[in-house]
């Protein structure tokens, strides 16, 4: 056995996959890896790798969904899952080469490995239109950021995520040589694309226009000098602001799924999926809510009379 399976497992990941196999790939990645291993530190004995076994990864990930979160919900399988991925990636580099990992190192004989937990899909929600209404006239008590104004950064923000079906971290990575106001054009670079691939996004006139409100010579399109936890504390506060209920509150990913489910009704599922950037027309699937045609399809639906009646 190699002497650096002697290593733990952030020892190992500093030392050789965090310079190795995380090249070029950006600090968000990175600091989630972070995260995944704090949570092993601090829920296990943190042994050297050579000494992980598969009922060492049960017993932490039990102890993991254990854990309360901020609003005093339990750890979502979802979220347990993606730190077992973590883990199992680094261990697995560690491993012995083979078909589908030929780089890896082989510090390890063997690799442990457990079944991710089972994850219960949610349905998607949408928010109707009455309601994004509300929360867009809320953003004008928005308190951050400071410059350009948060009332406008904020329409804005809203506007072009909703008409682009964009995530937060390619909103927030957009800068102003990627937008094209003349041709009414928006292009996500590969860099700070979620999949590596480069985007190109109509912008409607609406759009256009809450640009040319917080239009700069340089930098960001939407610079927040803040902690991300401050963004979404100001998403519900504007949303109590429209006077939607705490625990009806939207995310912001529930943009992306507004559109996905307007978008439904006005479209081939190949477009929607073209407008959500996904690769495969099922994901995209999962992103679209009941829309008004499907009631409006199961009330002409034949009944027998004695049915109606």
Known sequence: ?????????????????????????????????????????????????????????????????????????????????????????????????????????????????????????????????????????????????????????WQAFLVIAYTCALRRGAMLGITWPNVDLAGATLRIPASIDKAGHERRKPLVPAAVKHLFRIRAEAGPVFPWPHALVTLNRDWLWIQSRAGIAPQAHYTLHDLKRTAATEASALASPWVVQRLLDHSQLSTSLRYVAVPPELRDLAERLPLPAEAIA
């Open 1 to 153: 056995m190699h002497s650096a399976a002697k290593l733990t497992m952030r020892e190992w990941f500093s030392t050789y996959f965090k310079p190795w196999f995380l090249v070029r790939r950006s600090p968000r990645t990175i600091a989630e890896y972070t995260c995944t291993l704090d949570r092993w530190e601090a829920l296990s004995s943190n042994r050297p790798i050579k000494d992980v076994h598969a009922e060492h990864l049960m017993a932490w990930r039990a102890r993991l969904v254990e854990l309360r979160g901020r609003r005093s919900e339990q750890i979502s399988n979802a979220t347990a899952n993606k730190h077992l991925a973590a883990l199992l990636a680094i261990l697995s580099k560690a491993g012995p080469p083979g078909p589908h990992n030929r780089d890896a190192l082989g510090h390890l004989p063997r690799v442990p490995w457990i079944a991710p937990l089972r994850e219960l899909e949610p349905s998607p929600r949408a928010i109707p239109p009455a309601e994004l209404a509300a929360i867009y006239a809320a953003c004008h008590l928005a308190l951050h950021p400071a410059e350009p104004p948060a009332s406008a950064w």
